[in-house]
């Protein structure tokens, strides 16, 4: 089964609007992290945003928040503002266990986002 | 900031043949992960390495070998190389009790 399931292959959004990136997850762990990466044209994996399980606020960085919604598990990313440069694939990743003594990221199958001016 | 560095960038390398991609992880970062990135896909775990000992393994197939050395840098050996190994290869690096695995920037490996 998958662990990850993001549903939205691609989106649209008009420059300085918000947008929702879906993710949910699965898991019988207690303790987990969900995260989010950017990976633009050129390739590379950019970290944008962490929320464990145990959090009870949503975690924000900048213009991106993530919506963690733990009954339903769900943890979607939210890009306030967009903007042309945040035109890329975005992927939602999770990591059952909470410290990093080589516990695997397991990603979902990614957004495509593109940014209409 | 200093980052995972991994090298080549890129590689092409004809099948049958044996390639080693090497990943540099950020200083004092215990912990080091290889994930395999085909056209169009998820990136997918392959193995990984906390305190230069195997801790974790993925669908890494058998031809494909990696260890982490004593200062911490990891190298991925890849033998009888196929056409469907051609991917984008990554290296992340984290440290334990912290949340954040940092990503280098892959190495795209082409077989012709």
């Known amino acids: 089964a998958q662990k990850i399931t993001q549903t939205q292959p691609g989106m649209f959004v008009q420059e300085k609007e918000a947008v929702t990136l879906d993710c949910t997850y699965d898991t019988s762990d207690q303790s987990y992290g969900l995260f989010w990466y950017k990976q633009p044209s050129s390739g590379e994996m950019i970290f944008l945003i962490y929320q464990g399980s145990y959090d009870e606020q949503n975690a924000t960085e900048g213009r991106y928040s993530l919506n963690f919604q733990k009954a339903r598990k769900s943890a979607n990313l939210v890009i306030s503002a967009s903007q042309l440069g945040d035109s890329a694939m975005y992927f939602c990743a999770m990591r059952e266990g909470l410290d990093n003594a080589g516990n695997m990221l397991t990603f979902g199958g990614g957004t495509r986002l593109m940014v209409k001016p | 900031a200093a980052g995972v560095i991994q090298s080549p960038r890129h590689l092409i390398k004809e099948k049958r043949e044996t390639a080693t991609l090497k990943c540099y992880p950020i200083p004092r970062h215990d912990t080091v992960y290889w994930y395999q990135q085909g056209p169009g896909q998820d990136p997918q775990f392959l193995i990984s390495f906390y305190e230069k000992m195997q801790s974790d393994k993925g669908s890494i197939p058998d031809r494909f070998s990696a260890q982490q050395f004593s200062d911490y840098h990891s190298e991925l050996n890849m033998s009888s190389l196929e056409l469907g190994d051609s991917a984008l290869y990554f290296c992340?690096?984290?440290?334990?009790?912290?949340?954040?695995?940092?990503f280098g920037q892959g190495t795209r490996l082409t077989v012709v």
């Open positions: 992340a690096s984290s440290l334990v009790g912290l949340t954040e695995a940092f």
